[in-house]
């Protein structure tokens, strides 16, 4: 069974300041990595992909790779109350074959 | 540009029914995948289709079954239901089989109680 890991949280930042979330997993063979946001009763939505090791930028969040350490991170910059949501990280094992993570809960205080 | 629609939106059945539930994929989209998802767990991979064949399935028992359609659409189907069964059930489509760069779209799910 791949595994995936995550802080289940919840994680409180005060609106303004750079939430900052991690993924673990277990199968160095996995390929793409992903961060799906999910809001309370909704379906999970995609806002980040990442492929290669280092740095990703798309506005206020930044994906992060370290294969060889087999850990995901997303920061999201200027936190908002509506990024008060479920943050997954989903792992591609195999051909569309996708391990998630069970979230980390982020709050972010007005 | 149409997402992943499923339908029903909410369904209540009693011990024992049997449901089914409908998705359509992303437009371009050819591989569909279904996933089930407990409160506060992270979804949990059912199977997926393509080219209207089970091609990978995930640690659910035989009580769980599918189909996909030559339009791509599928079904999901769950005999027999327990109270377990109580989930939303995300439908995610995705393009081709042969590449690692092609992320999971979701439809809105489905809310099975069973009672």
């Known amino acids: 069974q791949k595994e995936v890991e995550q802080n289940s949280g919840p994680l409180s930042v005060p609106e303004g300041a750079i939430a900052s979330l991690n993924c673990t997993y277990s199968?160095?063979?996995?390929?793409?990595f992903f961060w799906y946001r999910q809001y309370s009763g909704k379906s999970p939505e995609l806002i980040m992909s990442?492929?290669?090791?280092g740095d990703k930028e798309d506005g206020r969040f930044t994906a992060q790779l370290n294969k060889a350490s087999q850990y995901v991170s997303l920061l999201i910059r200027d936190s908002q109350p509506s990024d008060s949501a479920t943050y997954l990280c989903?792992?591609?094992?195999?051909?569309?074959?996708?391990?998630f993570g069970s979230g980390t809960k982020l709050n972010v205080k007005p | 540009d149409a997402g992943v629609t499923q339908s029903p939106t909410h369904l209540i059945k009693t011990r024992g029914q049997q449901v089914t539930l409908r998705c359509s994929p992303k437009?371009?989209?050819?591989?569909v995948s279904w996933y089930q998802q407990a409160l506060g767990q992270g979804p949990q991979f059912i199977f997926q289709?393509?080219?209207?064949?089970?091609?990978q399935r995930g640690n659910f028992p035989d009580r769980f079954s599918g189909h996909q359609f030559p339009n791509y659409s599928s079904e999901l189907n769950v005999n027999a239901l327990l109270l377990g069964d109580s989930a939303l059930y995300l439908c995610?489509?995705?393009?081709?089989?042969?590449?690692?760069?092609?992320?999971?779209?979701f439809g809105n799910g489905t809310r099975l109680t069973v009672t």
């Open positions: 989903a792992v591609q094992y195999n051909f569309n074959k996708f391990y």
């Open positions: 437009s371009g989209h050819d591989t």
């Open positions: 990442i492929y290669s090791n």
């Open positions: 289709y393509y080219e209207e064949e089970e091609r």
């Open positions: 995610a489509s995705s393009r081709g089989r042969s590449s690692y760069n092609s992320p999971l779209h």
């Open positions: 199968d160095r063979g996995s390929q793409s």
